[in-house]
Nanobody
């Protein structure tokens, strides 16, 4: 089983933007709702945004209006455009199906927002 591979994280100042990418195998991605999750230090992993196979989206209240999830079905890739970043967005970001499957958690990508 191949886990998704997340990329695009980094260090950014508050108010800045980042775009995360997640490349998943077809068996994980195809016909499934996909989502982004994050885990901050000392906190539980939380769901951030989700997108159905047809493109319907929904977001956690904490990121609504700032983050945009999208997917490219031909590339089996999910994206997360993050704008107006805040220090509280600092976390390791993961992608997975919605709901998340234990066997599909990858290494994640670190996002650090400085104040």
């Amino acid at each position: 089983q191949v886990q998704p591979v997340e990329s695009g994280g980094g260090l950014v100042q508050a108010g800045g933007s980042l775009r995360l990418s997640c490349a998943a195998s077809g068996s994980i991605f195809r016909f499934n709702a996909m989502g982004w999750y994050r885990q901050a230090p000392g906190k539980q992993r939380e769901w951030v945004a989700g997108i159905t196979s047809g493109g319907g989206t929904n977001y956690a209240d904490s990121v609504k209006g700032r983050f945009t999830i999208s997917r490219d079905n031909a590339k089996s890739t999910v994206y997360l455009q993050m704008n107006s970043l805040k220090p509280e967005d600092t976390a390791v970001y993961y992608c997975n199906r919605v709901p998340g499957r234990e066997e599909y958690w990858g290494q994640g990508t670190q996002v650090t927002v400085s104040s």
